[in-house]
């Protein structure tokens, strides 16, 4: 009994006490499902809620859900790899490049002076950069197929701004891993530098012999295919953080990787697994922030939202744009990206470790929080919402003109 | 036939769009869970849709069918891409001697080398019809075949 051991004290305790935070997490789960949206601030609240100087704190060993929590963000990021293929991410890279550029620009860049702004040390200011930076793609998804937005004419760019967003994270996440580890600036550089050459060696890699690799998986059952997939996954992950390329982004790629008929089949198969895991991960990490930090970032975190709300409405207009799009649809597109989620609080728990992690870990929480939950809302009215005047009358399809939807 | 621009949809799907000879702007956002939707554009604003329809794998077939295309064709393109090999929808007229015959009494692959892969009874099809499927006039065969077994089963069911 080596799981019972790894829980350590009296495991029948143990049992009682996950169980009951299982099936918590299963009410709020349904709960979120009845208000349409996304879970994951219910998770976090519940992490609070059960963390030290909590409401109901629990005593299981942080050991063993820490375990879970990592495997819960390897499983993230390869279900996100496994929903990209190959020629959307090459299509996604010609023509996503400047508005994903301005998309940095307009949300990487105030976070990043946030957290300079409140005095914290450059590494954690730039994880707080990244935070405000990726939107989750999960929520994002969801939200334009719930609103029936897959056929507008602003979709795809949304969709294309999410690919150039999570490509950003192959390379962002293992520069913000040798960020948290280097020591001194040159030393910090040869880290970089092996990470990023790492990454698009592996990417390289995945995209050329990816079709192989899943020529070899496809006769297999499913059972042995979630067992190999997962496998695979646990093990790049662990060997890319041998190399301090970030375990996540080794798990990204192993997504990638996979194409065609045993992509969709892995993808079904790893979902579940990957919600059980995720959740733990979520709870976990607001397990660890103590509520005393939560009152100090409130305030930040609401600024944070509203300039990078701003932010992200900059990234839809632009992306949209080309396509034609008149400003009503880019204003909805803006507001589909607002929601963070997900890969915020995988950035955030990078820094768990760095000098002012804590107050990261309270402030991306408070700010997850106010986004996951607003993001959907606004772009559920975003075609209620009154447009500045001045724009209206640019381009020939703004004839219906403001207010009329 | 009108101009059909296909659009990819990052990690949903692929959209299919076109104008109808009225001017309205039609498109399909085919899910790659299977799953299909038709969207109509609203013709002031056309960013957004004014008409939407959520089809499972199962409602598009039923839809396809009622709009003359019958599915069956997806699949039986691609044997047409075998040399030597074709497929033919042969209708059983009123007078044909199988009117009112079973497939296995008809001995066809035996005269002919062609098999009766389906058969499309008002508008519904049933595949992989048995020896015992009795004809009625109206049925439609969907057979597989060499071109001159094919042209041999024409002439037989045709009378």
Known sequence: MTLVAAVGGD?????????????????????AGHLG?????????????????????????????????EIG??????????????????????????????????????????????????????????????????????????????GNRETPAVLNLLVIEDLAMAAY?????????????????????????????????????????????????????????????????????????????????????LSGPVQARAGALVEPLRDLFAATFFLFFSFQIDPRDLPGAIVPAAALAVVTGAGKLVSGRAAARPLGVGPRGRLRAGTALIARGEFSIVIAALGAGTENGDELGALA????????????????????????????????????????? | MPEVTEIRLPGVGVRHEYATSDGERVGVVSHRSGRREIVV????????????????????????????????????????????????????????????S?????????????SIVAVIRRDTPLLSPGPEHRFQAGDVSVAVGTPEGLAQLRQLLSG
């Open chain 1, 37 to 69: 949206i996304t879970a994951i601030p219910f998770y976090l609240l519940a992490g609070l809620a059960v963390g030290e100087g909590g409401i109901a704190p629990l005593d299981v060993s942080a050991e063993f859900i820490s375990l879970t929590a």
């Open chain 1, 173 to 257: 996440l293992p520069v913000v891993a040798a960020l948290v580890t280097g020591r001194d600036l040159a030393d910090t550089a040869v880290t970089v530098c092996i990470a990023l050459a790492a990454v698009a060696l592996v990417l390289n890699v995945a995209l050329r012999w990816g079709v192989r690799l899943s020529a070899v998986l496809a006769p297999a059952s499913d059972e042995a295919l979630l067992l190999a997939v997962f496998g695979l996954t646990l093990l790049v992950g662990g060997l890319a953080e041998k190399v301090q390329v970030s375990a996540a982004i080794g798990a990204f790629l192993v997504g990638l990787a």
């Open chain 2, 102 to 114: 079973t497939i296995g009494e008809g001995r066809f692959r035996t005269q002919t080398g062609a």
């Open chain 1, 73 to 150: 963000v390897l499983l993230l990021l390869l279900t996100l790899g496994l929903e990209y293929t190959a020629d959307e991410l090459r299509q996604g890279l010609r023509g996503g490049l400047a508005p994903g550029a301005l998309d940095a620009a307009a949300n990487f860049i105030p976070g990043l002076a946030a957290g300079l702004l409140l005095g914290w040390d450059t590494t954690t200011a730039v994880l707080l950069g990244g935070v405000c930076w990726i939107s989750s793609s999960g929520v994002v998804a969801k939200v334009l197929a719930d609103l029936d937005r897959l």
């Open chain 1, 365 to 405: 929480a408070a700010y997850v929080l106010l986004t996951a939950v607003a993001g959907p809302l606004a772009a559920k009215y975003a075609d209620r919402l009154p447009l500045p005047a001045r724009r209206a009358p640019t381009t020939p399809t703004s004839s219906v003109g403001p207010g009329v939807s």
């Open chain 2, 41 to 100: 554009y609203d013709r002031d604003d056309p960013d957004t849709c004014r008409f939407i329809l959520h089809l499972s794998p199962e409602d598009t077939r039923t839809l396809a069918e009622l709009l003359g295309a019958p599915h069956l064709s997806e699949a039986l393109t691609s044997v047409q891409r075998i040399e030597g090999l074709a497929i033919d929808w042969i209708t059983l007229p009123e007078g044909s001697p199988f009117v009112g």
């Open chain 1, 11 to 31: 495991a029948a305790l143990v049992f009682v006490e996950i169980g009951v935070v299982a099936l918590v997490l299963a009410v709020l789960a349904r709960l």
